[in-house]
């Protein structure tokens, strides 16, 4: 355990599942978002306003040790606020002398082209959101590089699992169906293989970051299941696992979501990221791994505990081993 206190900026699904893996370690936390409340034990204090704003945000992070980043604005909003929520943090967390651990996905890469993403694949990103993933990763390296702070960067897939609601491609539109034996609906060619993140992996991830003498300076992907599956598999899993005789899904055709784009802001931006899910999708996180002892949460385990969160949304996820 890193002491000190522990500030993560936002109080989404990766925020909540970061401060599950902090407390378990006992450390003390402090959250921040725009409203100052959370689903959260009363014991964690909740600071509101607007991280963007490098006065508010160093004042919310006064007294850290170590600073998380997980904060992630509608996806239609990226352009316009995502730099500057990540430029107050870092500012934040400069001030404070704080390590700063920032949450990415991988979607500066560009297409897979046939090979497993690892961490040191060059950027080839050929999207408007994987070249703003760029940009603000190149922040963070600079600002590390430059002795300014200690900066360690954690990536995910797609992600799964307890609060992960809408957002996740496995989340609202499956896990419901299959506990009612109803028809679910994914994205994109569910035949391909298809690396998908545990939701609470991420945050053990992120917490192993802000305490191990090894993470600073480097980019690591959040641990994944070394046997990757595809999209149907897993689906297959989660209505065997919810008790159903037999899978109902399809798939929304990319006629429906273009038509959906004419209205629909968020959907407009999903279209340029379903590359993703037209061929082989593999994110290796050996690294983490093998350097840092991080293991991802076995899948039958993940998707038993993601169906627990749908039935009992109150039920605190068990307990695992700190890696």
């Given at each position: 355990?890193?002491?000190?206190?522990?500030?993560?900026?936002?109080?989404?699904?990766?925020?909540?599942?970061?401060?599950?893996?902090?407390?378990?370690?006992?450390?003390?936390?402090?959250?921040v978002?725009?409203?100052?409340?959370?689903?959260?034990?009363?014991?964690?204090?909740?600071?509101a306003?607007?991280?963007?704003?490098p006065?508010f945000?160093?004042?919310?992070?006064?007294?850290?040790?170590?600073?998380?980043?997980?904060?992630?604005?509608?996806?239609?909003?990226?352009?316009?606020?995502?730099?500057?929520?990540?430029?107050?943090?870092?500012?934040?967390?400069?001030a404070?002398g704080?390590?700063?651990?920032?949450?990415?996905?991988?979607?500066?890469?560009?297409?897979?082209?046939?090979?497993?993403?690892?961490?040191?694949?060059?950027?080839?990103?050929?999207?408007?959101?994987g070249?703003?993933?760029?940009?603000?990763?190149?922040?963070?390296?600079?600002?590390?590089?430059?002795?300014?702070?200690?900066?360690?960067i954690?990536?995910?897939s797609?992600?799964?699992?307890?609060?992960?609601?809408?957002?996740?491609?496995?989340?609202?539109?499956?896990f419901?169906?299959?506990l009612?034996?109803?028809?679910?609906?994914?994205?994109?060619?569910?035949?391909?293989?298809?690396?998908?993140?545990?939701?609470?992996?991420?945050?053990?991830?992120?917490?192993?970051?802000g305490?191990?003498?090894?993470?600073?300076?480097?980019?690591?992907?959040?641990?994944?299941?070394?046997?990757?599956?595809s999209?149907?598999?897993?689906?297959?899993t989660?209505?065997?696992?919810?008790?159903?005789?037999s899978?109902?899904?399809?798939?929304?055709?990319?006629f429906?979501?273009?038509?959906?784009?004419?209205?629909?802001?968020?959907?407009?931006?999903?279209?340029e990221?379903?590359?993703?899910?037209?061929?082989?999708?593999i994110?290796?996180?050996?690294?983490?791994?093998?350097?840092?002892?991080?293991?991802?949460?076995?899948?039958?385990?993940?998707?038993a505990?993601?169906?627990?969160s749908?039935?009992?949304?109150?039920?605190p996820?068990?307990?695992?081993?700190?890696?």
């Open positions: 355990m890193t002491p000190g206190l522990h500030v993560i900026f936002g109080t989404g699904a990766i925020g909540l599942a970061t401060l599950d893996s902090l407390r378990r370690r006992g450390s003390t936390v402090r959250m978002n725009r409203s100052g409340t959370a689903q959260v034990p009363n014991d964690v204090e909740v600071v306003g607007d991280a963007a704003d006065v945000a160093a004042h919310a992070a006064r007294g850290a040790a170590v600073v998380y980043q997980t904060m992630n604005p509608p996806y239609h909003q990226w352009g316009a606020r995502f730099p500057a929520l990540q430029a107050g943090v870092l500012a934040a967390a400069e404070t704080a390590r700063l651990v920032s949450m990415e996905n991988v979607y500066m890469y560009g297409r897979p082209a046939g090979r497993p993403l690892t961490e040191d694949r060059p950027n080839n990103a050929h999207t408007g959101k070249r703003l993933r760029v940009d603000m990763a190149d922040e963070l390296l600079r600002a590390h590089q430059a002795g300014r702070l200690e900066v360690a954690g990536r995910a797609d992600y799964f699992g307890p609060r992960g609601g809408a957002q996740s491609n496995l989340g609202d539109r499956v419901p169906a299959a009612a034996g109803k028809t679910s609906s994914v994205l994109g060619d569910r035949h391909q293989p298809h690396t998908y993140t545990y939701i609470p992996d991420i945050g053990e991830g992120l917490a192993v970051l305490e191990h003498p090894d993470g600073p300076g480097d980019i690591w992907h959040l641990p994944n299941d070394p046997q990757t599956r999209t149907q598999a897993l689906v297959d989660i209505y065997r696992k919810a008790g159903q005789p899978t109902r899904i399809r798939t929304v055709p990319p429906i979501l273009r038509a959906m784009a004419l209205t629909s802001a968020v959907v407009r931006e999903l279209l990221m379903q590359y993703q899910f037209e061929e082989p999708f994110v290796d996180s050996s690294k983490i791994t093998t350097r840092l002892g991080v293991t991802a949460t076995p899948l039958d385990q993940a998707i505990e993601t169906l627990l749908y039935t009992s949304p109150s039920q996820r068990p307990e695992r081993a700190q890696s």
